[in-house]
């Protein structure tokens, strides 16, 4: 299971990924691959690159009532918290051609690699000294593109930088609770104690 750093640790690794793999020779500049909050649209604008927008996170209602874990020492954990995560991915460049290469070359990427191991989604973190997936653990990223409305209602916040992008969705990242539960010891023997007759009465 994951940890509250698994969220982060998702986004982080998807962008990194990009900028390791991605053609070089399509950029006229040296590209920046930013992770992106709202208002970096407007204030921290990229020109040649990627951007990454973790644009809506949500729970999963379909299986809300999970079991409770164990750890490996036999603790009982109270049950995960399955989390869906909205993402979009955004080209940049100077050259709307340019931009729509690189799209498509992203696209493809992901589409062949979109299953992601906890080995590389637990090295894209700045903090490093808890793993946010178990070793066994992977995520799948899948194209997920909202309704059209939805879609223009996005980028109705950000109408000065209009820019062709794609979705994509990470569907239950169950994120683990450090709460364990208390239990009862084990039931090792029963004892059946006899009752006292109940003495009669008149009628």
Sequence with gaps: MANYLAIAAVAKTLLRLIEENCPRDEFV????????A???????PVNEGFSLLVWRVGINSSVRNQPARRTPDGRRRRPALPVDLA??????????????????????????HAIVPASLLNQSLSRREVAAFDADEAVEIYCDPPSLPDYLGLWDKFRHRWQTSVTY????VNIESEITSAEGELVQRREFGVGQPVPEGPP
């Design 29 to 36: 500049s040296t590209p920046t691959f930013e992770l992106y």
């Design 38 to 44: 709202g208002q970096d649209f407007s204030a921290k």
């Design 87 to 112: 993402l979009m991915l955004t080209p940049w460049s100077t050259e709307t051609e340019r931009q729509l290469r690189l799209l498509g070359w992203a696209m493809r990427f992901i589409e062949d």
């Design 169 to 172: 969705g990470v569907r239950m």
